[in-house]
T-cell receptor
Framework: DAKTTQPNSMESNEEEPVHLPCNHS???????IHWYRQLPSQGPEYVIH???SNVNNRMASLAIAEDRKSSTLILHRATLRDAAVYYC?????????????FGSGTKLNVKP | DTGVSQNPRHKITKRGQNVTFRCDPI?????LYWYRQTLGQGPEFLTY????????KSRLLSDRFSAERPKGSFSTLEIQRTEQGDSAMYLC???????????FGPGTRLLVL
């Protein structure tokens, strides 16, 4: 069973905010939540990650539910370059390495 | 800025042939990961190296698959006796010892005919 579940696709208008949801109900206390995005024929690119508190960086914000069973990636103003597949990932730190479990991703379409 | 590089970017082979892919991580990174990604799915973890030691292998990595990282620098992933089900994108990633952020290469797309 997948450790994270995401909607298959979402659509947004350019210059508007986008909220990409993710459920991870089996998360354990030490699992980090990561978000990466992937353009066609490219490798995944880091967006943001967090453990318990909400996080902000220049690309996006990550809102983590109090029970940590869900999270939301927030793009404050979508641009055409933000069109990509966004992956929500559980990061299990085991045996001193970070094991990533990718979901099936949300394909974000941005309309001009 | 030299990121993670992978060669070749594309490989077409016939069923039963052996193929080898190479990954050059970011030079300061001692951790290296291999993933497989099939069409429409997210990447799946295959194996992990810390320096030259292979410390974790997924059940997805059958005995036809072998990975090495001699001297803790570049890594190779070999698939012997390829099958059509091996057709996928093979991604390599590397990270610092703290490990939280993995940096991915562009991948090698394999097509087995």
């Amino acid at each position: 069973d997948a450790k994270t579940t995401q909607p298959n696709s979402m659509e947004s208008n350019e210059e508007e905010p986008v909220h990409l949801p993710c459920n991870h109900s089996t998360i354990s206390g030490t699992d980090y939540i990561h978000w990466y995005r992937q353009l066609p024929s490219q490798g995944p690119e880091y967006v943001i990650h967090g453990l318990t508190s909400n996080v902000n960086n220049r690309m996006a914000s990550l809102a983590i539910a109090e029970d940590r069973k869900s999270s939301t990636l927030i793009l404050h103003r979508a641009t055409l370059r933000d069109a990509a597949v966004y992956y929500c990932i559980l990061d299990e730190t085991a045996y001193n390495f970070n094991k990533f479990y990718f979901g099936s991703g949300t394909k974000l379409n941005v309309k001009p | 800025d030299t990121g993670v590089s992978q060669n070749p970017r594309h490989k077409i082979t016939k069923r039963g042939q052996n193929v080898t892919f190479r990954c050059d991580p970011i030079s300061e990174h001692n951790r290296l990961y291999w993933y497989r990604q099939t069409l429409g799915q997210g990447p799946e973890f295959l194996t992990y190296f810390q320096n030259e030691a292979q410390l974790e292998k997924s059940r997805l990595l059958s005995d036809r698959f072998s990975a090495e990282r001699p001297k803790g620098s570049f890594s190779t992933l070999e698939i012997q006796r390829t099958e059509q089900g091996d057709s996928a994108m093979y991604l390599c990633a590397s990270s610092f010892p703290s490990g939280e952020t993995q940096y991915f290469g562009p991948g090698t797309r394999l097509l087995v005919l």
